[in-house]
């Protein structure tokens, strides 16, 4: 069986690391806490992509982020999570700096493959040239090249842009539904800069 790959969103805010993933109402009634990221190997390409991270005890995780996982470990292997190492990622040093532009790849590409890549026949192409590469071609061959920009739907960039956009979501809703709520967090939220960082649970 493969490895699981689960990412939490905390946020250090005043004094303390707080879990700013949304919660859900299910259909059960119950609210369920919604990680940032879940599933397997293209989490792991994704992590791969990103480069080394550091290291958290249980102890060291927000309250939240503990609650949730011990309500979801069965009781008999509640201790063996409490001696769980976890993986984490500065959000603002190591995740957004690797989205460089908007897309992954700008080439020029075979136009039936640009083609078969938009109706989504494809979801990769391999026979991209440079600008270099092009200009060397005759002229009557260029005609079968066009400049292309893309993003390989299920390659790590995607992901990476994925989660971008997710954390940006969460933070938001963060500052609009807490600051104005709780005394002394609009400071923080608004005028100061909040770390961030993504927990990684290998399960």
Known sequence: MGIDYTIYTEAYIKD??????SYILAPSGKFRLAPLLDGRSFVREFLYQIGDAGG????????????????????????DLMKKRFEVYDYYTEIKPKFVREYQYEYYAPRFRVAAFETGEIEEI??????????????EEQKEY?????????????????????????LADYRSEVSFGDEGFYEY???????????????
């Open 146 to 170: 066009v400049f292309f920009k893309w993003t390989e739907p299920y390659g790590w960039y995607s992901t990476l842009s994925k989660v971008i956009n997710r954390v940006e979501v969460r």
């Open 16 to 21: 303390r690391w707080y879990n700013i993933d």
């Open 126 to 139: 391999c026979d991209w040239l440079t600008r270099e590469s092009y200009e060397d071609l005759p002229a």
């Open 189 to 203: 939220l608004y005028d100061k800069t909040v770390t961030v960082r993504l927990i990684v649970e290998m399960h």
């Open 56 to 79: 958290l005890s249980f102890s060291e995780l927000a309250e939240a982020t503990q609650k949730y996982l011990l309500d979801e470990t069965k009781e008999e292997y509640r201790e």
